[in-house]
């Protein structure tokens, strides 16, 4: 089955400078990775994601890579703000069938954004 | 917007006690999922479901069980509540296929006691 490492668990940065998350996949025939944003207390939010057949994707300070020949896909946050402080989890589709597949998340990375 | 919703936002039971979460959303959704989530482990599926009548066991199934009579709600039950149950529970659901992100419910904060 699917299998999603994710690193690093913790993250702390500067106002301003950029973060950095790093995901690797085990299930080659992955084709869907998004990332949720989980702020505390509240669920997560789907903030960006990408698919197989793109490399890069990206939405104002955030952007996604994917490599497909290594399996991982990175999430990069330029110019980050206090309010990017969250627990941040990667996730990817493992295939049960036909059409049908389950998200496999990573195991979180908490960014901590510090003025 | 979607909205799933679950109806505890926090709940005390006992050991030993049969324990019901549910989970609505309101977008004629497919797709309906359990994930628990505990420090340090992330989000884990303990259940799943694709249609009405259907459910399939995720990474962690024991000691849960599910129930989906309608499209639109998804029930997860604990059948004798155990200390190591004590949790977030977090229900989402999708539109059908690979291809669709999640949209989750606020999630509910079980303590077994």
């Known amino acids: 089955g699917e299998n999603v490492e994710q690193h690093p668990s913790t993250l702390s940065v500067q106002e301003g400078d950029s973060a950095v998350i790093k995901c690797t996949y085990s299930?080659?025939?992955?084709?869907?990775f998004p990332w949720y944003k989980q702020e505390l207390g509240k669920r997560p939010q789907l903030i960006i994601d990408?698919?197989?057949?793109?490399g890069e994707k990206k939405d104002q300070r955030i952007a996604v890579t994917l490599n497909k020949t290594a399996k991982h896909f990175s999430l990069h946050i330029t110019e980050t703000q206090p309010e990017d402080s969250a627990v941040y989890f990667c996730a990817a589709i493992m295939n049960y069938g036909g059409s049908q597949g389950n998200l496999i998340f990573g195991k979180g990375t908490k960014l901590s954004v510090k003025p | 917007d979607v909205k799933v919703t679950q109806s505890s936002r926090y709940l005390v039971k006992r050991t030993g006690e049969k324990v019901f979460l549910e989970c609505v959303q309101d977008?004629?959704?497919?797709?309906m999922f359990w994930y628990r989530q505990d420090p340090g482990l992330g989000l884990r599926l303990i259940y799943f479901s694709y249609d009405v009548k259907m459910k399939e066991k995720g990474d962690i199934p024991e000691g849960y069980s599910v129930s989906r009579e309608k499209k639109e709600r998804f029930s997860l039950i604990l059948e004798s509540a155990s200390t190591n149950q004590t949790s977030m529970y977090l229900c989402?659901?999708?539109?059908?296929?690979?291809?669709?992100?999640?949209?989750f419910g606020s999630g509910t904060r079980l303590t077994v006691v």
């Open positions: 989402a659901s999708s539109l059908q296929g690979v291809r669709y992100g999640y949209t």
């Open positions: 977008m004629d959704h497919e797709n």
């Open positions: 990408i698919r197989s057949n793109v």
């Open positions: 299930d080659s025939a992955s084709n869907y």
